[in-house]
């Protein structure tokens, strides 16, 4: 789990977003099981950023979670942004030297970091390939796309995910794996289309100020909920699951408190 460095100066909101509250954006997963019974629902919202080499692989560790539970639970993900960077450049950071900086920690350390959480990754069959020239970006318009991705989903229609999450797995591959400038309004509006979005759109949002309001208000909310350090899931708007936990945990919870 990665603690933010600073919250942006933006004013609290003074309740849940309409976008938290009403929680429109992502599909469910099965709705029913093998004998056409309907399933309990649960929400997951997770707070992530794309910047987090935890919250891919939180989220990796997840999936087993979604299957384990597939015959009795129809989950509903939704992500919600949180910037770990908010004043981070547009033309981003050296990431070791930006791990030296706000951790201070050495070179040697900072590498020794980066391949014990490629390791990790691996093992979950995700790739971080960061070499020598991989930065950290600046966040931000990546967060207003997902708000976009999420606005656009029928709440109650059933499938095994959502354009939102397929969205936010694909910003992280390009940042993690292909290294790819994910501040870069190009290169937002191609992964938008890489997942079926329409790039034009995409690249219309991102040039005007759109979702932008709703970004800042969802990261005010969830830090005025002491969510100081993503990745967070929070189960069924009450239960809150901090960090990249190992599935048992989440079964665990999820057994006694929520289908006990």
Request: net charge negative; hydrophobic share 45%.
């Amino acid at each position: 789990m990665i603690p933010i460095t600073r919250a942006r100066n933006a004013a609290r909101a003074t309740g849940a977003p309409a976008r938290i509250a009403a929680q429109p954006s992502e599909r469910w997963t099965g709705e029913r099981d093998v004998t056409g019974t309907k399933l309990p629902r649960l929400s997951v919202d997770i707070v992530s950023d794309v910047m987090c080499p935890w919250c891919i692989i939180g989220w990796l560790k997840f999936e087993s979670v979604i299957a384990h539970f597939a015959d009795r639970l129809a989950m509903r993900v939704q992500w919600h942004p949180f910037e770990l960077n908010p004043d981070m450049p547009p033309e981003g950071e050296d990431a070791v030297e930006h791990v030296m900086c706000k951790y201070g920690v050495s070179a040697q350390q900072s590498r020794a970091n980066t391949g014990r959480l490629a390791e990790i990754a691996a093992g979950l069959g995700f790739a971080m390939n960061r070499g020598p020239d991989f930065r950290m970006r600046n966040s931000f318009d990546a967060h207003r796309l997902l708000a976009w991705a999420g606005a656009l989903e029928e709440p109650e229609q059933a499938a095994a995910a959502g354009v939102q999450t397929a969205l936010k797995l694909a910003l992280f591959r390009a940042h993690f794996t292909d290294n790819r400038d994910v501040g870069d309004h190009g290169v937002l509006a191609d992964v938008a289309a890489s997942v079926g979005l329409d790039g034009a759109r995409a690249a219309a949002l991102l040039a005007s100020d759109d979702y932008g309001e709703m970004v800042r208000a969802e990261e005010a909310y969830w830090i005025d909920r002491n969510i100081t350090g993503v990745p967070a899931f929070i189960l069924g708007g009450r239960l809150l699951i901090p960090g990249a936990q190992e599935p048992e945990a989440f079964i665990r919870v999820i057994e006694k408190k929520l289908l006990a």
